[in-house]
């Protein structure tokens, strides 16, 4: 029997990295846009490991390679205080928009800053939106990640990629790749329904009580509950982008008032364990070696400037 595990993880990017920020604007901006824009993922990711650190709580955070080459103590500090540090892709683009080169490009871009900040291997990844295909897994084993975790069950979403043939995606460990391993967020089955329940807006809209009782309930089923939550969703002072229509701001701004308290309540009650950790636990072993070595230089940092079995348990 493996333990109940709770799994916090945080999807480590800035507002404007969002596309539900820039729903109904006129022109939202690109890549090389987002240097003047204001910057708040700085301040917000130190609270969001402020908030770790009191409950005694230790996760994976999933970190954006253009955020690591801008602020790299906020890296180091995830390191010092023993949280993993995983990679969120280098520039928040849709993976399976990508070509083959683009792709391996960004993921190897990203990993390799990550690696040279902590000194250590980046075992696992998060698609920017959940953008994963079958294209894309395939890249991300053949580049020797041990685990992948942006399967998000839930076909509504026009934005989260899609995987056919997964006989059952509530399993907290699966092997879709070989030598690959897969942990999908999180839902609650309420009757014939499979309710998505993982965090981020489902955690901020849900009401509180409700939300811990589809935790507690998944635990008791599946031993496993995948969390995920951005450092912007703790910011409840940060002012819409001009122009964006008043529905549009539903999904990313309501509720942010009582993130935070209510991300204390959980960590309180269910503590958190960081995914290398609890794959190891359950008896996996990461590969000897994690993709090729380092070979893009990181940009000079200007910190502070905005700039082989499926489980069944």
Request: charged letters at 25%.
């Amino acid at each position: 029997m493996s333990p109940r595990q709770f799994l916090a993880s945080f999807d480590v990017e800035d507002w404007f990295h969002g596309i539900d920020h820039w729903f109904g604007t006129a022109n939202p901006p690109s890549s090389t846009d987002w240097t003047p824009l204001e910057a708040r993922v700085e301040r917000n990711t130190h609270q969001l490991l402020d908030i770790l650190a009191e409950a005694g709580a230790r996760s994976t955070l999933f970190v954006l390679g253009w955020i690591a080459r801008r602020y790299p103590a906020l890296v180091r500090r995830m390191v010092a205080e023993g949280h993993e540090v995983a990679s969120h892709t280098d520039m928040h683009r849709l993976l399976y928009t990508l070509s083959a080169e683009e792709l391996v490009d960004d993921l190897a871009r990203a990993r390799d800053t990550l690696e040279q900040l902590t000194g250590a291997p980046v075992w696992g990844i998060r698609a920017p939106n959940f953008s994963i295909s079958e294209t894309v897994l395939r890249c991300l084993a053949e580049a020797g990640y041990w685990y992948d975790s942006s399967l998000f069950p839930f076909t509504a979403h026009r934005r989260y990629g899609k995987i056919p043939g997964v006989a059952d995606p509530d399993q907290p460990v699966l092997e879709l790749m070989p030598g690959l391993l897969e942990l999908p967020m999180s839902r609650v089955a309420i009757g014939p329904l499979r309710v998505p329940w993982a965090g981020g807006a489902y955690f901020r809209l849900i009401p509180y009580r409700m939300f811990r009782w589809g935790v507690a309930r998944r635990l008791k089923v599946r031993s496993c509950f995948m969390f995920y939550l951005h450092p912007w969703e703790l910011d409840a002072e940060e002012v819409p982008p001009p122009g964006m229509r008043r529905l549009q701001r539903l999904r990313p701004y309501m509720q942010r008032r009582r993130t935070q308290r209510d991300l204390r309540r959980l960590l309180a009650e269910f503590g958190s364990t960081r995914i290398d950790e609890a794959l190891l636990a359950r008896g996996y072993k990461p590969p000897r070696t994690c993709g090729r070595s380092p070979t893009h230089e990181p940009e000079r940092a200007t910190e502070g400037v905005p700039a082989q079995r499926v489980s069944t348990t």
